[in-house]
C-alpha cells in the first residue's frame, strides 16, 4: 500500500475507477480496507472498481451491499469480501458477518463508523469526500506495518 498517495483530487469517475485499479494491486491477503465517506461520496465507486480489478473481470457484476450487508467474490488471488454496515444493528453484530473468519480475504468495508473497533484492525482507510468542482478528494491512512 506503500505505492498509494497519501492524498488525491479525482475529477471524475473514470479517476474513481483508476484508483481502485491501484488499490487493487497494492492489496494483499488479509487485507481490511475501510471506506469513509458521505452518502454519494463514492465509497461503492470505488470498492466496485477494486473488486473488479481483484477479479481480474471488468465486467463482474458489483451490486452495493447495502441489502445483503456482505457481498462475496472469487478473486485472482483469493477471496474478497464487500460488507455494508449501514444497517447494522451494533457492533456486536460484527462477529456474526464472517468478514474475519478466512485470513487471507480482502475485506473492503463501507461505513465502518457502524463498528469503531474495526479502525484498530484496518491496514488502510480511504476517506472520500465530494469536492468544490465536483469530483472527489481522497484521504488514505495506512497502519504502519511490522
Known amino acids: ?24 494491486a497494492a492489496a494483499e491477503p488479509g487485507d481490511l480496507i475501510l471506506l469513509r465517506g458521505d452518502l454519494g461520496a463514492g465509497k461503492t465507486a470505488l470498492a466496485r472498481a477494486t473488486i473488479r480489478a481483484l477479479a481480474g473481470d471488468p465486467g463482474l457484476a458489483v451490486p452495493s451491499p447495502t441489502f445483503a450487508l456482505v457481498q462475496p467474490y472469487d478473486g485472482a488471488g483469493g477471496p474478497i469480501l464487500h460488507a455494508d454496515l449501514y444497517r447494522l444493528g451494533g457492533e456486536d453484530e460484527i462477529d456474526e458477518l464472517g468478514l474475519f473468519d478466512d485470513p487471507t480475504a480482502i475485506v473492503l468495508i463501507e461505513w465502518p463508523e457502524r463498528a469503531p473497533s474495526l479502525s484498530d484492525r484496518a491496514d488502510l482507510t480511504i476517506a472520500l469526500t465530494i469536492s468544490a468542482t465536483g469530483g472527489r478528494h481522497v484521504q488514505l491512512t495506512r497502519r504502519p506495518r511490522g
Request: negative net charge; aromatic residues 0%; glycine residues 4%.
Open 1 to 24: 500500500m506503500r505505492d498509494l498517495p497519501d492524498t488525491l483530487d479525482l475529477p471524475d469517475d473514470a479517476a474513481t475507477a483508476a484508483l481502485g485499479v491501484r488499490l487493487a
